[in-house]
Structure formats: structure tokens, C-alpha cells
């Protein structure tokens, strides 16, 4: 499984850092939705779901985490520390997101709306559903 992390390209000067994305620059889709999780609970693991259509590109803009990535055939820990760096996860990726420091804060750039029904939450349906998935192409 190839992982591909992005990092975006400070503008520092004397006064601190800032970072700009743009979508289909520096975002490789077109950013439909921006959401961010903050205050997780100590041991928290979320997710534990794939998505069907939706990209993201997940930035820890502040603190720690890690997120666990799973093709069906492989699984990957990518920890995320850095706030210049943003991890592509495409779809029909199983993906958990754990380890969070108390003062983690995950921002996520996701190239469609909210849509549960773009959701698969059960990992033998995901298995299903990629297995399917690969044998149309
Ligand atoms: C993903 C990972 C990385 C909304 O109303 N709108 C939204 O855009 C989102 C993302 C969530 N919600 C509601 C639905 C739930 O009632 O917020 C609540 C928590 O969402 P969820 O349990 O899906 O959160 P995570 O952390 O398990 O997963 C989220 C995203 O849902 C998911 O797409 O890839 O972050």
C-alpha cells in the first residue's frame, strides 16, 4: 500500500508560519467540506469506516495523532505530528484514527458533503464491497 503524505509549503517570517491550500493545488479535489475534531478522550479510537466515493486529506493542525489504514489486503499506521504535512485517504480505505494528544486537533479537507449513505461502518460489507468493486474494472 502506498501512503501519500502531502507537505504543504510554509510562509514563515519573523512574525510565525502560515500555510494557504488551495484546492486543486495544493488539495487534489475539489474542497467540499471542512471538518475538525478536538477534545478527543483519552483511548478514543474513531472512525472504524471506509467510504465509498469520498477523498480527504487529513492535517493535524495541532498535537498528535496517528491513523490506521487498511486497503482489505494490507494495513498501515501513519502517525501524524506535523501541521504542514496532510495524508490523502482515498476511498474503498478501511480507516481508524487513535492516539490523539489531549490537545490534538485533526482537520479534515473532503472532496464531497456529508452523505451517510457513502458510509460503509461494517468491515466484512467493506470486503465485500472492494472485492466487487475490483472485479468491475
Ligand atoms: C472520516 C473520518 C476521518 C456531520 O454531521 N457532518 C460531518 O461532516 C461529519 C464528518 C460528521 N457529522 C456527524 C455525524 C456524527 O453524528 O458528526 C458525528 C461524528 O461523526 P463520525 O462518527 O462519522 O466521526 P468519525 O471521527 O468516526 O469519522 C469522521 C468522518 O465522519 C469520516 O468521514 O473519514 O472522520
Redesign the pocket.
Known amino acids: 500500500m502506498q501512503v501519500v503524505k502531502y507537505v504543504f509549503q510554509p510562509h514563515g517570517d519573523e512574525r510565525g508560519q502560515l500555510i494557504a491550500l488551495e484546492e486543486f493545488k495544493d488539495i487534489p479535489f475539489k474542497i467540499k467540506?471542512v471538518?475538525y475534531?478536538y477534545d478527543t478522550a483519552e483511548g478514543v479510537v474513531?472512525?472504524?469506516?471506509a467510504?465509498k466515493k469520498?477523498e480527504?486529506i487529513?492535517v493535524c493542525i495541532h498535537g498528535s495523532c496517528k491513523i490506521r489504514l487498511d486497503n482489505g489486503k494490507e494495513k498501515k499506521v501513519v502517525p501524524l505530528e506535523k501541521p504542514y504535512e496532510g495524508l490523502y485517504?482515498a476511498n474503498n480505505m478501511w480507516?481508524e484514527?487513535f492516539d490523539f494528544s489531549n490537545d490534538a486537533v485533526l482537520l479534515?479537507f473532503?472532496s464531497e458533503l456529508?452523505d451517510e449513505s457513502d458510509?460503509i461502518r461494517n468491515y466484512d460489507e467493506f470486503l465485500k464491497f472492494i472485492d466487487n468493486d475490483s472485479s468491475a474494472e
Not at 474513531?46 to 469506516?49: D, E, Q, T
Open positions: 467540506r471538518y475534531m474513531r472512525g472504524h469506516h467510504h469520498l480527504q487529513l485517504v480507516r484514527m479534515v473532503a456529508y458510509y
